[in-house]
């Protein structure tokens, strides 16, 4: 497994990802897509380590940082992660079944537009938001989404320095 690879840093974002056993089914999940990977895709390693989904893409709009994950997901040979230059508010969303939004993906208004412009009826968006003690770094979104965002259900936090949880979303049609 990769996450017995990586360093401690990394090991927190792979370590989120068992927040969503239980609440997201990717059995049926074909096509993932993360919102700024960043240079080390821990989340990616989680998904490639404990999912059989067929393609695991992170986007990344630094250029710096989408060449060293696209080098390392290649040292590290793993085909079914792809890293993409790409900036989440422009991004075509119909293609995924799962969409992974990430509170540094901004700007936020932007990136909800898009999604409710592409994404397709029935996707599932999971979507990094803060705890009330996480209201310091980041303003929370689940309570001001409109439809066509329908909450499915909601993790109860994860530890860090961001008090972050997750929130499982449809996009309804």
Not at 31 to 44: A, E, K, N, T
Not at 98 to 115: K, Y
Not at 138 to 155: I, K, N, Q, T
Request: glycine residues 10%.
């Amino acid at each position: 497994k990769i996450g017995d690879l990586i360093g401690e840093h990394t090991k927190g974002a792979y370590h989120r990802m068992r927040d969503l056993q239980g609440l997201v089914d990717f059995s049926h999940c074909q096509r993932y897509l993360m919102m700024g990977c960043g240079p080390v895709p821990g989340s990616l390693f989680y998904l490639h380590d404990w999912t059989s989904i067929p393609e695991i893409v992170g986007v990344e709009r630094d250029e710096t940082s989408a060449d060293r994950a696209r080098a390392l997901v290649s040292h590290l040979g793993l085909p079914r992660i792809k890293i993409v230059d790409g900036d989440a508010a422009t991004l075509d969303y119909s293609p995924y079944d799962v969409i992974n939004w990430d509170p540094f993906a901004t700007p936020r208004e932007a990136i909800r537009t898009r999604l409710v412009e592409t994404a397709s009826p029935g996707c599932t968006v999971i979507l990094r938001d803060p705890t009330p003690a996480g209201e310091l770094f980041f303003d929370p979104r689940v309570g001001s989404l409109a439809p066509p965002f329908r909450v499915l259900g909601s993790s109860d936090g994860f530890p860090g320095r961001f008090r972050l949880k997750h929130h499982i979303l449809t996009v309804d049609g």
